[in-house]
């Protein structure tokens, strides 16, 4: 029998074996990751210092011509991007004595860098691997090597990524045009606001994609280009070389109708700054409702439906009597219309589902803050062909009086009368003969062309309708009582809650004029008091907002901002020619607090021409959080004969706005509408680590051993 001392001495030698024999294989498996992670980096630098060593040649044939020196753009580059760590490995380590300089070890199982394995074979292969290899790390390489590959992972998970949810693959050129569906200015307001504030942001770009690790973006620039629509896009597609190397996203945008002025103006009405936000919040309660109040919800809805703009100047746009606030402010916006399922006329997807729908008008007036509101009900059965179909309507004015009630027999056979909730009944429809186009006839002679009409999920009474029409004031969107902007309150419960009626208990049925007036009563009580009266989600950030001002004294810095930032986001405007007067105001109101000139948030430079615009641009792009670039293009641009060149030169203002943008910056590339296509297209990239690391290839050396 083996004495009890020597055993445990074989075993603790046995133990202390197979844990140098793991230690060696964990230095093999990362010397190896190693390997793979320099040899990627490698192709990488190599394959980016081309196309930038090309992009340089051709941008430094027209040196002269721009006026910019290159040099600062480098330096500038190179220093934003000088911390970006890179492996690399011992000498013995580079090349195998058996292998060719081009192939590279596999490894045999994915593993984490501290990881164990217990498999067998991968012992085997590890052990030939090894011997095939025959490499040595001595322990402090193999700390050092772990070191730099943990920090490479940690550079990694901070890497800012954009990715499409189903609406903004919707909304993709690669999608068919006809299943296509745009997105809006707004949400590219959304996108930059969380580029600026992060997750803090009151506008947030869910509805279309999702910003990962928004504060590791670097900065933001923007590139508007007035009078280049889809169309002049789409017919020029391949000339575009530049730009369609740099961007992957490509979204159809509907934009505001072009005027000068306009693209930028929206832009610049989300608050940018700590100052700007104090200021609103102050003023409207809460961040959210501040965003809302400064915005012109009909501005994108102009762009889409017939309204005929020089009637603007001859209206009255005073509040109304009982008014505390603009009923303009209650209206949905062209991006919630969509997201609620009303019907509207734009092109894809849209435009087939809703082709057999008509105007409520031929031709609309601007909408203002004393147009007339309509409350409107409809009834529904169900018909033969599994839908429901309208079968009465009621229309009342603000003086609670029924402008129109009619009894509507649908196009197909009734199957349901649905009566617990239509009302409707089989006695009730035997002598109607009124159709649904007798309906529609009546209505665009009854409405007058700035009407507002207001109701409970009024897309459902629309679509009934088979009408679209640009104002409209939901009570389920601007009344909330859970908290939860999704969780809608019935028109029952709002009007217990509010007006303290009891409505919809009549046993036979709803009555589509109760509702109606209901609806009207409920948005004319809002009016009187606050836009966050019925709104617990305003309500709710009013209260906390005040609660962290009084506890804290400090009013500035005790906003929703305050969070993310220690300090105001920096923000350039640049233009091609001067703004309006209402941007300028804008931007004057944003640094009413400001003490002094350096302290200015907002820098705005109005340009003589497109040219100098871009080279500001370049210029000042790495000082600020954020830069709007705005260009203007004439008609005559794109004639026939100037088209090529144009794109060409556009083409080359892009790439030249990429070179600038620093590592982890977000570039965004707007083509606006022209007189002759509404539609534009956004284009968005986020600036890699490849091609950051190979614009500063000169100025970076890797961390040796």
């Given at each position: ?7 445990k ?18 230095k093999?498996?990362l ?16 394959s ?6 090309a ?9 002269d ?21 890179q492996i ?8 195998t ?53 943990r ?7 901070n ?8 609406f ?7 999608t ?12 590219i307001?959304h ?10 942001s ?14 590791r973006?670097?900065?933001s ?5 007035e ?10 597609e391949s ?5 369609n ?40 309660g ?21 309204i ?14 009982g008014?505390?606030?603009p009923?303009?402010?209650l ?28 105007f ?16 409107i ?37 009734i ?5 617990p ?6 006695e ?19 409405l ?23 104002y ?29 009626e ?27 008091n ?15 907002h005040?609660?962290?001002?009084l ?5 500035i ?14 923000t ?8 309006q ?5 804008i ?21 003589d ?17 954020l ?6 293009l ?8 100037n ?11 892009i ?51």
């Amino acid at each position: 029998m083996i004495p009890f001392k020597e055993n445990k001495k074989s075993i603790m030698k046995a133990f202390s074996n197979k844990q140098e024999e793991r230690k060696e294989k964990k230095k093999k498996k990362l010397l190896a990751l190693a390997k793979i992670v320099q040899l990627n980096d490698d192709d990488r630098r190599e394959s980016a210092a081309e196309q930038i060593a090309a992009a340089t040649c051709e941008t430094s044939a027209h040196n002269d011509d721009d006026g910019f020196v290159k040099v600062t753009h480098k330096k500038k580059a190179a220093k934003a991007n000088a911390k970006k760590p890179q492996i690399s490995l011992p000498e013995q380590g580079l090349r195998t004595e058996d292998e060719p300089q081009n192939k590279r070890p596999k490894l045999a199982k994915c593993e984490s860098i501290d990881g164990d394995s217990s498999d067998t074979s991968s012992s085997t292969e590890l052990a030939a691997e090894q011997q095939r290899l025959k490499l040595q790390l001595t322990e402090e390489q193999y700390k050092d090597l772990r070191r730099q590959l943990r920090q490479r992972k940690r550079e990694l998970e901070n890497v800012p990524i954009l990715r499409m949810r189903e609406f903004g693959q919707r909304a993709s050129l690669e999608t068919p045009q006809n299943q296509r569906t745009p997105i809006f200015l707004t949400d590219i307001q959304h996108l930059l606001m969380s580029a600026l504030i992060g997750k803090k942001s009151p506008c947030s770009p869910d509805r279309w994609c999702y910003l990962e690790k928004p504060l590791r973006l670097s900065h933001s620039v923007v590139l508007i280009l007035e009078g280049l629509s889809l169309y002049h896009y789409l017919s020029n597609e391949s000339k575009f070389s530049q730009t369609n190397q740099i961007f992957q996203t490509r979204l159809e945008l509907v934009l505001p109708p072009l005027k000068d002025g306009s693209i930028i103006e929206e832009m610049a009405q989300v608050p940018l700054t700590n100052v700007q936000a104090h200021k609103l919040i102050e003023e409207h309660g809460s961040l959210e409702s501040a965003v809302e109040m400064t915005k012109d919800p009909t501005l994108l809805v102009k762009a889409i439906f017939p309204i005929n703009e020089a009637c603007v100047e001859s209206k009255k746009n005073n509040l109304n009597v009982g008014d505390k606030f603009p009923r303009t402010k209650l209206l949905l916006s062209a991006l919630q219309m969509v997201d609620e399922g009303y019907p509207m006329p734009l092109r894809g997807e849209l435009s087939e589902r809703f082709k057999d729908y008509v105007f409520t008008k031929d031709k609309y007036e601007p909408v203002t803050d004393n147009s007339p509101m309509f409350g409107i009900d409809c009834e529904m059965c169900r018909t033969i062909i599994g839908h429901n179909e309208l079968t009465r309507i009621s229309i009342v004015n603000e003086k609670l009086e029924t402008v129109y009630e009619t009894l509507v027999m649908p196009t197909n056979k009734i199957v349901d009368y649905l009566t617990p909730y239509s009302g409707i009944t089989a006695e009730m429809m035997q002598i109607v003969t009124k159709t649904l186009g007798d309906v529609q006839r009546e209505l665009k002679e009854l409405l007058p062309p700035d009407a507002i009409l207001v109701g409970q999920s009024l897309n459902f009474d629309l679509n009934a309708m088979k009408m679209m029409h640009p104002y409209v004031i939901d009570t389920s969107m601007c009344f909330n009582l859970s908290g939860v902007r999704r969780r809608k309150a019935k028109l029952q419960t709002l009007a217990m809650t509010f007006l303290k009626e009891a409505i919809q208990e009549n046993a036979d049925g709803h009555d589509s004029v109760e509702d109606s007036l209901a609806s009207l009563k409920l948005v004319k009580m809002k009016l009187a008091n606050s836009l966050e009266y019925g709104d617990e989600i305003l309500t709710q950030k009013k209260r906390l907002h005040d609660i962290m001002r009084l506890a804290s004294g400090d009013n500035i810095k005790n906003n929703l901002l305050a969070y993310a930032s220690q300090r105001d986001k920096r923000t350039a405007i640049i233009t091609s020619g001067t703004l309006q007067s209402q941007m300028k105001e804008i931007l004057m109101k944003t640094e009413e607090i400001s003490i002094q000139e350096t302290q200015k948030s907002v820098s705005l430079y109005e340009l003589d021409t497109n040219k100098q615009a871009i080279n500001k641009a370049r210029e000042v792009a790495l000082e600020h959080n954020l830069t709007i670039t705005n260009l203007r293009l004439g008609i005559e641009e794109f004639q026939l004969d100037n088209a090529e060149k144009t794109v060409m030169k556009i083409d080359k203002w892009i790439a030249k706005l990429w070179q600038t943008v620093a590592h982890n910056g977000m570039f965004l590339v707007l083509m606006g509408g022209s007189t002759e296509c509404a539609s534009g297209v956004a284009k968005i990239a986020i600036k890699k680590n490849a091609t950051a690391v190979a614009a500063s290839i000169a100025a970076t050396t890797p961390i040796t051993m």
